[in-house]
Each structure stands twice: as C-alpha cells, then as structure tokens.
C-alpha cells in the first residue's frame, strides 16, 4: 500500500491500494476498486460514501502520503455504507436530510415552543426579544437534525463498525452488535442521498442548546 499511497496526490485511488482486507474484497469483490479520495472539508465533515459514484471522500490534504487514525475510523464508517447500497440495507444519511417528522419530541416541543415565543414578541412589537428567539429555534433545528441523524440505523451500524474494529475476534463474538434504540429510524432508500459521518457537537455547543431549550 504505501507505494500507492505515494500516488495519491490530487486523485482517488483503489480502496485495496488504502487498506489490506481479504476478507472483506472476497465477500465483496468489486469494492477493491472503489476509490477513495481526499478532499479538504468543514472540521466538523468527517467523511462521505456516494452511491452514485461508489466513491468514499475523506476529509484531508490530497498530498497526503497515509492515513492519520481518526481517518482510517472514518474510512471503515464509510466503507460500512457502502456495504449497506450493496446489500440492501437500511441506509444512512447526513443531518440536513432529516425533516420534522424525523425530529425526537423533546426538540419538537421545544422548537414549537420557542417559535410561539417569538410570535408573542412580534405581536408585542418586541422585534429584537422576537429574532433572539428565532435563532435559539435555528440552533434547537440544527441539534434536532444531528440528533435524528444519529439515529439512522445505517449511522448506528456505521458507528458501531468504527467501534468493533479495535476487538478481538473473542470479543466481536461476546459483544452483540449496536441494532440502536426504540427510536432508531429506519430509511431503507436512503432518499438516494450520500451518507456523511459529522463529528459530534462539542460539549459547549450541547450545554448552549439545553439552555436555550430550557429558557
């Protein structure tokens, strides 16, 4: 790998040419040909699968030489997607896929409640108290949309592949794989959208939004 990996600047290579998995290229033979890139994206954009082009994107410097670990976590969560468009299963998504529907009812109280706040203000002639309440309802969509992302059952099996390739095969065996919870959502078609894997709110961001939510 590492000769092809010298090659890589500035075009996708073969996944077989990143990763040595012959379990995997004999259960699934044409992926040793998927291509696999390095793109720079937003901090928070971990990495995408499109199933248009059968493509995985990384985000990285397209000179790169080899992949840091957080990378190779994002490649196997990427690769898991793919797997998914092969077999049929339910799919993953990206957060600004999600709709009201997809929303927990606790944000959808509080995103309601919020906008009748910001109405009562309007109707009030309170114009700044009313724009202050409908960006904390902006960020409550946002975290809404993240949330119902995390729990796409594609997304869930994705993490949860990021998660057993540190086992042993003692441990794989032991530990039932992630199925999600009550409220994991199940879209079998994906909405023909390519599944990206986002990196979690920061702790800050999360205690923001409970306030706001809470006010």
Same mark, same amino acid.
């Given at each position: 790998?590492?000769?092809? $990996? ?8 073969? $996944? ?6 012959? !379990? $995997?290229? #004999? ?9 696999? !890139? ?7 954009? &971990? ?9 995985? =994107? &990384? ?14 976590? =994002? &490649?196997?969560? *990427?690769? +898991? ?5 092969? !077999? ?7 957060? +600004? ?10 944000? +959808? ?16 002639? !309170?114009?700044?108290?009313?724009? *202050?309440? &409908? ?16 729990? $796409?059952?594609? *997304? ?30 199940? #879209? ?16 800050? +961001?999360? #205690? ?8």
């Amino acid at each position: 790998q590492d000769a092809a $990996l010298q090659e890589w600047a500035n075009r996708p290579i073969a $996944l077989s040419d990143v990763i040595d998995h012959p !379990e $995997l290229f #004999r259960a699934y033979p044409g992926m040793a040909n998927m291509k696999v !890139e390095l793109v720079p994206m937003h901090k928070n954009d &971990l990495g995408m699968y499109n199933p248009e082009t059968d493509t995985i =994107t &990384l985000n990285g410097q397209p000179t790169q030489r080899t992949l840091i670990k957080s990378q190779m976590s =994002t &490649l196997l969560h *990427e690769i +898991q997607h793919a797997i998914q468009q092969r !077999e049929g299963f339910a799919r993953g998504g990206n957060s +600004q896929s999600m709709k009201w529907d997809d929303y927990s009812p606790k944000f +959808q109280r509080s995103i309601t409640e919020t906008r009748d706040k910001a109405r009562e203000y309007y109707a009030e002639g !309170e114009v700044g108290k009313m724009n *202050e309440q &409908l960006d904390i309802a902006d960020d409550l969509v946002q975290r809404a949309k993240f949330d119902a992302y995390q729990r $796409l059952l594609g *997304e869930v099996e994705a993490r949860d592949t990021q998660w057993r390739a540190s086992m042993d095969d003692m441990d794989r065996r032991i530990m039932t794989p992630d199925q999600g919870k009550d409220d994991v959502i199940i #879209r079998w078609n994906g909405q023909d959208m390519a599944a990206s894997f986002h990196q979690d709110p920061t702790p800050e +961001q999360i #205690r923001s939004l409970d306030d706001a939510a809470k006010a």
